[in-house]
């Protein structure tokens, strides 16, 4: 769909479609930073995950 948008003469119709790839590569990496940098996946990833359990379980 977006090739024959980038394949017509008329250059606003090529620039909006320009615009549209770009703007769907930035959204996309946004959300994978996000994804990335959340609580949860970084908690995991960081190690704090078990420093915490073996907190807890000196403290019982």
Excluded: C, N
């Excluded at 990335?36 to 403290?59: P, Q, T």
């Amino acid at each position: 769909m977006i090739i024959v948008l980038l394949a017509t003469e008329d250059p606003r119709t090529r620039l909006w479609a320009l615009l549209a790839i770009f703007m769907t590569a930035l959204l996309a990496s946004l959300g994978g930073i996000a994804y990335l940098l959340s609580e949860h996946v970084w908690f995991k990833a960081s190690g704090a995950e078990k420093h915490v359990k073996s907190v807890l379980e000196s403290e019982q």
